[in-house]
């Protein structure tokens, strides 16, 4: 039928925004990553320069896994097959396990974290792993993708049954007319907002919507220039 072919037709067309959004950010690690193999195996660096290099060559090649663990991330969790290993998790617990683990990052950035956590547990079923995953991708782009000295807060609540996290900041607005959560986009800016190929916003969209779950982004709140809710 028209519906199937456009179905198929729409998913060709990701699969390949897939392979040329992933060639265009693999390329500049690996060209530097073999540049600075090369000058080394040719011994063209300086003993007293060569530490550095071998740094640089780590950087590189940890970016390069990144990218490639986030898109296997991604494929997983489009698949049929993928079942999430629910157990009950206390998503405060969680949050604040999240904010522990970057706080040293936000400090490095002058970046002034208001926390809003209750003491009181809020328990979820959810995949712990790959909630914390998806709840790390937004913390994460607070001091990744914005100027340092802003502003940003996290909070946790219960809202009649249902976990509520807001995650905002008053960094650098998003891009007009474009869905952050679609992976692969490729104008700049949304790229920039969503880990290099866009795929990182768009594992956490998947996370959270296999917990059956909701995550949207609203602009201009309260004092913030953009908010990310979650919905659980």
Known sequence: ???????????????????????????????????????LSDGKIRPDEQQEIFDIIYRKSNSMNDMVNTLFDYAKLGTDGYKPALAEVDICSLVREVI????????DHGIELDIDIPETAITIN???????????NLIVNIYKHNPDGIRAKVSVADDNGKAVIRIADSGDSLPEGVDIFEPFVTENAARTVGHGTGLGLAVTKR????????????????????MFVIRL
């Open 126 to 136: 959810a995949d712990k792993t790959e909630m914390k995953r998806a709840v790390t």
């Open 1 to 39: 039928t028209k519906a199937i072919k456009q179905e198929s037709e729409r998913r060709l067309q990701e699969q390949n925004l897939l392979y040329a959004a992933i060639a265009h950010d693999l390329k500049t690690p690996m060209t530097s990553v073999h540049g600075f193999a090369k000058a």
């Open 207 to 226: 996370v959270i919507e296999r917990h059956g779950g909701k995550i949207y982004v609203e602009t201009a709140a309260a004092d913030y220039t953009k």
């Open 100 to 107: 522990a683990e970057n706080y040293c990052d936000f400090e």
